[in-house]
């Protein structure tokens, strides 16, 4: 079956670091673009990062701009989220989706194919 898996979650002070991975079995991650969301709880979910298939086009969220940084390694079949300096604000379900796209990656959630069951980063003192 089609699967990805999301790990690398857990409880970190403000100003710490993480990173996810996001993992694919039965598909290569080649042929798709990946979005990172999240969704902390009373709030709707919202795109965090994304990285082309290629690797050559990310997005970012204006408020962790600077902060995460998505990169990808398809021969791992794995895409990764680098998050720096996080803040309690940051604390979220994170999901990782793939979606085909020819060019660049999006943010919205519905134009998502697969996504993982997610991953719980919470930052707190």
């Known amino acids: 079956q089609l699967q990805l898996v999301e790990s690398g979650g857990g409880l970190v002070q403000p100003g710490g670091s993480l990173r996810l991975s996001c993992a694919a079995s039965?598909?290569?991650?080649?042929?798709?673009?990946i979005g990172w969301f999240r969704q902390a709880p009373g709030k709707e979910r919202e795109g965090v990062s994304c990285i082309s298939s290629s690797g050559g086009r990310t997005n970012y969220l204006d408020s962790v701009k600077g902060r995460f940084t998505v990169s990808r390694d398809n021969a791992k079949n794995t895409v990764y989220l680098q998050m720096n300096s996080l803040k309690p604000e940051d604390t979220a379900v994170y999901y990782c989706a793939a979606h085909r796209r020819v060019l660049g990656c999006s943010l919205y959630y519905y134009d998502m194919d697969y996504w993982g069951k997610g991953t719980l980063v919470t930052v707190s003192s």
């Open positions: 039965g598909f290569t991650l080649d042929y798709y673009a």
